[in-house]
């Protein structure tokens, strides 16, 4: 399995931007669909953003879409989420995610077999 660890974040007033990061161990990070998560505290797990292997498509849940930009650079083995116009209901740890099942359904997590530990990222008002 691929391991993930992600870096990035941190504590923004609302309007502001952050950057993601998550970086894969090994050769074949390329076969992985990759996703992003959050959980807010008392709260379920949500998706956030997926990219397809070859970064060719994206998806966003209606929440972040417009604000929110997932990104891959398959050479550094990395994938970005670049957060822009931060407000406080995004507050909540930041998971990303692999996935090597082929028609990847990127809303469930469930799909998802490599998780990271999560990075906070808090919004104040």
């Known amino acids: 399995q691929v391991q993930l660890v992600e870096s990035g974040g941190g504590w923004v007033q609302a309007g502001g931007s952050l950057r993601l990061s998550c970086a894969a161990s090994g050769r074949t990070f390329s076969r992985y669909a990759m996703g992003w998560f959050r959980q807010a505290p008392g709260k379920e797990r949500e998706f956030v953003a997926g990219?397809?292997?070859?970064?060719?498509?994206?998806y966003y849940a209606d929440s972040v879409k417009g604000r929110f930009t997932c990104s891959r650079d398959n050479t550094r083995n990395t994938v970005y989420l670049q957060m822009n116009s931060l407000k406080p209901e995004d507050t909540a740890v930041y998971y990303c995610a692999a996935s090597w099942i082929g028609g990847t359904n990127y809303y469930r997590d469930t799909d998802f077999g490599s998780w990271g530990q999560g990075t906070q990222v808090t919004v104040s008002s």
């Open positions: 990219i397809s292997r070859s970064g060719g498509s994206t």
